[in-house]
């Protein structure tokens, strides 16, 4: 047990872990919606899209925290905007939205000269949080879980029906906002452990995981929190064995899990399907 007890002599690897798995319970939660809505770039383009908020509370000493909440809420309702004003589709309206957010984003970081680490916002830099950052951690998915148990059934009826769920006088309109808030807060959560880049990965990858695996939504929420737990912990131990940045890590982790979930899940996987036949 030497070699699973030895990271943990380690303040910052304790620290590490508890926000990988803090982290690794929440984001495929919210993902599994973006799963089941087909709109899994949405996160990528929120993700890109905060590093504008990041960059201006930087320079104002402002809340970091508030400015990419604010940008990231921002980047979606450009796309919503731009898809009700054109006859633009939702994928063009999210690319444009990306590259736009994007190019800002480094553009007021570098125009700044920001304190904020360019490298550390694409890459992550989970060995250099602190106890503040995992507490912060905790405080976002307390508060994200917490509202998706509350509102569990409006959000799976707008989720698969939302133009039934607007006719039965649900307000559709405040439930995409709290959607997108949690998707935002959860992207937030996630950047300080893994990177802009990578918190894709761990959002969605986990909960298409599970996607494979199960057919209910509910299930589909479990399992992709419990693998997004075992793949920021192997993927953390794996850095820490073999030497290799631990973003990277944990976004390799979780496609090897996938990789095996598309290959070998009972009712979908690949070969699976070959041996049946």
């Known amino acids: 047990m030497g070699w699973l007890l030895d990271p943990l002599s380690?303040?910052?690897?304790?620290?590490?872990?508890?926000?990988?798995?803090?982290?690794?319970?929440l984001c495929p939660v919210v993902g599994t919606y973006l799963i089941v809505q087909r709109m899994a770039m949405l996160g990528d383009v929120v993700a890109h899209g905060v590093l504008p908020g990041l960059a201006i509370a930087s320079f104002f000493n402002l809340p970091v925290l508030l400015g990419a909440f604010t940008c990231g809420l921002l980047s979606t309702a450009v796309i919503a905007?731009?898809?009700?004003?054109?006859?633009?589709?939702?994928?063009?309206?999210?690319?444009?939205?990306?590259?736009?957010?994007?190019?800002?984003?480094?553009t007021l970081?570098?125009?700044?000269?920001?304190?904020?680490?360019?490298?550390?916002?694409l890459f992550g830099d989970i060995l250099s949080i602190s106890v503040s950052d995992v507490w912060q951690i905790g405080a976002i998915a307390a508060l994200v879980l917490l509202g998706v148990q509350l509102f569990y059934k409006e959000l799976l009826f707008f989720t698969f029906d939302p133009l039934g769920a607007e006719?039965?006088?649900?307000?559709?309109?405040r439930i995409n906002l709290g959607l997108m808030a949690s998707i935002t807060l959860a992207i937030i959560a996630g950047i300080k452990t893994v990177g802009v880049i990578l918190v894709v990965a761990l959002m969605v990858g986990p909960?298409?995981?599970?996607?494979?695996?199960?057919?209910?939504?509910?299930?589909?929420m479990g399992l992709g929190a419990t693998l997004g737990i075992l793949f920021g912990l192997v993927?953390?131990?794996?850095?820490?064995?073999?030497?290799?940045?631990?973003?990277?890590?944990?976004?390799?982790?979780v496609f090897v899990g996938f990789l095996l979930a598309l290959l070998f899940s009972p009712r979908?996987?690949?070969?699976?399907?070959?041996?049946?036949?």
């Open 10 to 25: 380690y303040d910052f690897m304790r620290q590490a872990l508890l926000a990988s798995l803090l982290v690794g319970i």
């Open 81 to 106: 905007w731009i898809r009700t004003q054109s006859r633009i589709k939702v994928d063009t309206a999210m690319a444009i939205t990306f590259s736009t957010f994007f190019s800002l984003g480094i």
């Open 109 to 121: 970081l570098t125009v700044f000269r920001s304190r904020v680490s360019l490298e550390q916002l």
């Open 167 to 173: 006719a039965l006088g649900l307000p559709v309109n």
């Open 207 to 220: 909960a298409a995981t599970a996607y494979l695996l199960v057919k209910e939504l509910h299930w589909m």
């Open 235 to 253: 993927g953390m131990y794996s850095s820490y064995y073999l030497d290799i940045p631990s973003g990277p890590a944990i976004g390799l982790t």
């Open 268 to 277: 979908q996987g690949i070969l699976t399907r070959h041996l049946k036949q």
